[in-house]
């Protein structure tokens, strides 16, 4: 059986930098793309960055874009997501996931997904 573990999270103030990993244990994951979505109390899950396998293409919701930087090593099966000028907005839990494609996780349709880890960013 296949587990996601995320792994990073924490507390930081707002400006700063933290960057999250999310490994795979079990049974090697296929292709598929890996992203991460976020929830905090009173919103709705969030998708805030997807990369395909290959880790050529990526994906950011609008609210990230240009503070958040989605990567992958296949060859270790893990994801990283590096997050800088964090904002205390940015404050959830975050979740890494599998999904057949970057545009399949986009609609919120995971095969896979972690425990999560929180982030909580202070003002």
């Known amino acids: 059986q296949v587990q996601l573990v995320e792994s990073g999270g924490g507390l930081v103030q707002a400006g700063g930098s933290l960057r999250l990993s999310c490994a795979a244990s079990g049974r090697p994951l296929p292709s598929y793309a890996m992203g991460w979505f976020r929830q905090a109390p009173g919103n709705e899950r969030e998708v805030v960055a997807a990369?395909?396998?290959?880790?050529?293409?990526?994906y950011y919701a609008d609210s990230v874009e240009g503070r958040f930087t989605i990567s992958r090593n296949g060859a270790e099966s893990t994801v990283y997501l590096q997050m800088d000028s964090l904002k205390p907005e940015d404050t959830a839990v975050y979740y890494c996931?599998?999904?057949?494609?970057?545009?399949?996780?986009?609609?919120?349709?995971?095969?896979?997904w972690g425990q999560g880890t929180q982030v909580t960013v202070s003002s």
């Open positions: 990369v395909t396998w290959s880790g050529l293409g990526a």
């Open positions: 996931a599998a999904g057949k494609s970057t545009a399949t996780l986009r609609r919120g349709h995971y095969d896979y």
